[in-house]
């Protein structure tokens, strides 16, 4: 960490700011040049807040040298890390599709969906039952019901399950979930992430649609200090100002998380574009830039879905998707197997 | 809402679709063109879902005319809502100045400030007790203690108080606050919103740093939809590409929510630019755009704050701006007592 | 000037970087950590481009300390720059209005039009001869034909005017013309700029839909670079991603531009929201944030204006608004007179 | 175009603008339902402007249905256009690769470069002589010089050139130079659009930093409406809130361009993350996507290049990237054959 005094700061000041650093436990290194005084901050930086050094007077500018997060960092976990959920691994060139409705809406649709998805070569298999809409007079899931559904779906097939979860009171519920989805808009609901960081549970954390990739990362940062270092990190689309689709998917975040942390990076194509027929080639260019898996959402008849019906695919498109993300996964040198 | 088709829409298809609409209870008035069909669909709308809509192969576009929002609307409820709280009014003329630490920090701390913001004519105190900050190695407030030292300054000072909530777990600890706040990250914890919706606690909601009014209000709308019809709204800055301050307040929003719904609409000159120098300006532009209160930092001593020191003024500044605060809001033609 | 060096930088890679920085001028102050070796560079920086530092492979980052603007910086010329134009001073607590129509359409249209902007009190006219419209197929201006009307009104009134070019190639029509407006789509038009710098008039720069304000400033540096300083900063409305108004006002604009820069700055409410009845709070926000100036819209039938009729007042409502005007502007402390 | 009329129109003010729009030449058919009355205006409706309606008092708002673009439609031209450029296609299955330095610096720079990615197998060469810098004081390229040593290199070597016009007067010195580029600060220079539409040179349009698809498209629009066809579209990254990365790659234009328009649609991969090691993965993701090309940027010494070193290639990298462009490009069913 970087401090940049203002050129016309008190010694008294200085002494000051400096005793309290000192008392913090950090060496101080200082630079003097013509216009301006440096001092270089030595220590473990990621427990001070740039704000609190902003707030005095003297202080000019704070730049960060060190990445705020540890736990997540790949500088200090150089492997990529590998999950492995019900026998199936993702990360470290292992690579797992998810597959399955928007909202789980009744028990045949969600046996019919999810033995259809088994038979395309789906890994996981997803379902919403607590659904966060910007509506409160839209359909809001089908709660506890649902959840029910979605397991028994699980006996039925053998496929761990996906489903997300909206307020650390429901984490009892979802015992018998593999994978617990963290949704966009809960992002930086920060008594959730430290409520999950306590489970045992995977996490699969949703980048916000307006977030940086580090705000991102702070958000795993926040379950991994509570102990849980299972978290599947996924780019669903940020908000931009393009107006020809739902979100826009920031394919850049594959290389980038991946050169920031160790953890799995995974895409949804659905939710970023919201449109059926771009899941094809955005789910080819995710895999191209290095993704560790895919989120699709599939319905067994979109045009009747309670959500999302406009970028569900079809049963059969999805199978002949499949068929693609097979042979594009291993040319670009990773294995679908378990 | 008008549903536009698509020019080769089957009419088999269309006979299915018009048919659920029916049974759904909407009317159909069909519109003709060279090129396509219109259906200008006739009722509530606000319960149907676009998507829905969208994710039928015949439509080629809907189009919403009627707000999706009902309790917040004005045109239901053409006159400004004030909200009174402990004897004080907001909205309908009645401008109210919230004042008070980020964080609470220490009894003397609270007292000594809260003593000093009423002296200078602040009619509520705010802190906060639960902080939502973005790394998990941040200060996180004095939680459960911070929530008394609050309330202790109330009985000291007779200041009704502001305080943000995290979790829905938590409500019960608020039972003697005055204004629970929703902060712009949880504007969409729809879960936080459903359970203040069945309070009978007045709400400051904040707008989230990337959510459209329409966003808020329907955030709004939640709240309302639950019973709990004391919603006051609150712009605190938006997340724009400029970089010489922390986010840009967007003072259009005061007129804006103000034609769209009958609720107070309040700002956070603190939080917008989070610099200390920038909050007369921005709070007086607030106040000739139309603003009903402003929500302000005070910090007995901001070089030493634990929390967002560089936006805090010190009690002496702020006594200052008060008195520029109390002519201004004259000027304009509100007024301040209670 | 501080650059980061990697903390694996070879001593052999440090000395040839050193050697170059040293021929072009610099000295370095090395500052060494624990972790991480800081150089701050002493000098001019302002020319170094941060990205020939970057491409260095034993750099981790650089960064700037000293603004990259000179001309425009305050910290050179802490007075506020008061400009002259036919007898009208703006700057310096100097307050004037701009006002016109969007288009100029018709002689009869400019001259009604510029008589009654100019009873309510306007001080300077606008009208666009040059427009920079988005589809090919909408109308463009009257060009040459719309200059010369514009000309002819200023006659008529004695009002100096304002007017929009486009291109270099146009700057010898604009003899006659009192305030060149550069566009916000031309404010990264480097060649125009270029050539505004070599001139003698006085320079109306908006800020483009997505520009920070160093980018801004920087795009006035290019033209006081040139030999040309009187230039007045223009903030129309950036994007965002709001939908229920055209742009956001960006009234934080306003005091930061004023510490960073000498130059008056104006605001353009009409541009900003592109909805008529928004331009009077936003006009009063601007005033009370501390604007030197105002650019309004005014049509003698905006129903049938070519070109931004929904944003365009009428001669009426702007007389009722000038008179809400010159009290905000006297009670805020600046003056109107010439 | 639908039009929604308030609910409380006068019968009186519908017939005055329904006549205006007769007038004009389009047909009215209204659909009136309780709460509100629409009218569908049929006919050629590109050159109705929205605002020209909006502005009427009893327009509630104006929904468009057609795309206001027509030359570059894939509705008016369903078949890819395929571009010929001395003798290399682009478009329809052919994909083409574009490298070069991002500013020539000297003689042997530009031979030695052009010669190595002619090696490597690029078949354009790039290479910019006059350069849009933000700052005035920055390397602004050797202009007209620059551009004889591209022209050079383009004998040396017989690789047909691309390079960057930044004005219309420049449009002469561009006689021998094969694409023409307009950059991204530059998409919405309407003169220099209109410029470019007269001549016969091959375009490369950029999308601007913060522009919309449809607004790219209609700066295409531009030039096709001036008569040239030859219009190459280029995404280079979009400015979003992310700041680890200068640009964010908007990899879902590339299916989302083809839809709308028929012309081919390259990336520049160089731009847009700005970080060499990017290149390659943001390269296979657009092949991945359906690109028909990418320009990417190599320099013979990254470290000393005066423009653009930190994401310049060395000739080496490049050469091992087009082994694996090559493959990439044959899996995904284009081809590199001219």
Chains 1, 2, 3, 4 share one sequence.
């Not at 913090?24 to 930086?45: A, K, P, Y």
């Not at 991102?216 to 926040?222: D, N, P, Q, R, W």
């Not at 908000?239 to 942390?261: C, G, H, Q, V, Y």
Request: charged share 25%; proline share 4%; aromatic share 6%.
């Amino acid at each position: 960490m970087i401090i940049v005094l203002r050129h016309d700061a008190e010694q008294e000041k200085k002494a000051v700011l400096k005793g309290r650093l000192k008392a913090l436990g950090f060496d101080i290194h200082e630079s003097r040049g013509v216009g301006s005084t440096l001092w270089g901050i030595v220590g473990d930086t990621s427990v001070i807040d740039r704000d609190y050094l902003m707030a005095n007077e003297i202080v000019h500018d704070v730049k960060r040298v060190q990445e705020p997060y540890k736990k997540a960092n790949r500088k200090m976990h150089p492997e990529d890390t590998v999950i492995e959920i019900a026998g199936r691994k993702i990360g470290g060139g292992h690579f797992q599709v998810i597959a399955g409705p928007c909202s789980i809406e009744a028990k045949e649709q969600m046996v019919e969906v999810s033995k259809s998805v088994k038979a395309s070569g789906a890994t996981f298999l997803r379902g919403g039952a607590f659904k966060p809409r910007t509506s409160p007079y839209a359909f809001q899931g089908l709660q506890n019901n649902g959840l029910k559904l979605l397991l028994n779906a699980k006996v039925a097939t053998g496929l761990p399950v996906v489903t997300e979860i909206m307020t650390p009171e429901h984490l009892e519920l979802f015992h018998d979930v593999d994978v617990v989805q963290v949704g966009a808009r809960n992002m930086q609901n920060f008594q959730l992430l430290k409520a999950l960081g306590k489970s045992d549970k995977t996490v699969l954390l949703k980048r916000g649609l307006a977030n940086t990739l580090e705000e991102l990362v702070m958000s795993a940062e926040y379950i991994m200090a509570g102990g849980n270092e299972n978290v599947i990190l996924c780019e669903r689309g940020i908000r931009t100002f393009e107006t020809s689709m739902r979100n826009t998917l920031d394919i850049s975040a594959i290389p980038m998380l991946k050169s920031m942390t160790h953890l799995p990076v995974i895409i949804d194509p659905s939710h970023a574009a919201g449109i059926r027929w771009m899941v094809e080639p955005l789910a080819m260019a995710s895999i191209a830039a290095g993704a560790d898996g895919l989120m699709i959402e599939v319905h067994n008849d979109p045009e009747t879905a309670l959500c999302d019906g406009p970028q569900s695919m079809t049963p059969e498109g999805f199978d002949a998707l499949m068929g693609k993300i097979r042979k594009t996964v291993e040319f670009f040198g990773k294995t679908m197997d378990c």
